[in-house]
């Protein structure tokens, strides 16, 4: 059989399903990122170069597709090789979108300080006359002068030409109150259903000619 067989192209990404990883498709290699000699695999360093490891000069690296799920290379912010999240600190990563609910959130609690307060409690009045007997949301009015009872009781109704008194203030103390949200701080999932099986790069095939 040929060195080169025509069932594969090298460096062609392959997965099987024997639960036995060291029983490898016939011309085929783990895809565990282990370093190769470039001496030994010529052609398969010219198609991966040092994407994967190595140093380019006596040995480079195959990928490495343990516990981890391959997506779409185009190039630009995905580029062949890019593993996430080590490779996206300026790029967006594959990053399913959710929402974030209460019971994702951490347990929250603090304390909120409370400063004095001085409220000021002013009184109205009325220059109406009114009488001596007081009813539900009167307001004084005037008394009058002379002797006897004052009728200084004047309906709302009646009341004229308000002025304001001083009612004195009422003094809230300060205060500190204490807050606490808790919550479950559940992480944040977005599971996919997934299959495992043995990835496996061919090393030996067919050259790859560039596509235009």
């Not at 008394?143 to 004052?150: I, R, T």
């Amino acid at each position: 059989m040929s060195d080169y067989p025509d069932f594969y192209t090298l460096g062609e990404i392959v997965m099987f399903a024997s639960p036995a990883i060291a029983r490898a498709p016939i011309y085929c290699m783990p895809c565990d990122g282990r370093l190769l000699k470039i001496v030994d695999y010529t052609s398969l360093f010219a198609i991966l170069g040092n994407t994967y490891g190595g140093d380019s000069q006596t040995t480079f690296g195959v990928p490495d597709f343990r516990g981890v799920l391959p997506f779409g290379a185009d190039g630009g912010n995905y580029k062949i090789g890019y593993r996430y999240p080590d490779s996206f600190a300026t790029n967006p990563g594959p990053v399913a979108a959710g929402t974030i609910a209460q019971q994702n959130l951490p347990s929250l609690s603090g304390q909120v300080t409370i400063a004095e307060q001085k409220i000021a409690l002013p009184l109205k009045a009325t220059t109406a006359s009114g009488t001596g007997t007081p009813a539900n949301q009167s307001i004084l009015g005037s008394g009058g002068a002379g002797q006897g009872s004052a009728n200084i009781y004047v309906p709302q109704s009646s009341a004229t030409s308000l002025v304001s008194l001083d009612g004195g203030q009422a003094t809230i103390p300060a205060s500190n109150v204490n807050a606490s949200f808790p919550n479950d701080n559940k992480p944040v999932e977005f599971p996919l259903p997934v299959l495992s099986v043995g990835f496996f790069i061919c090393y030996a095939g067919i050259f790859p000619t560039p596509y235009s």
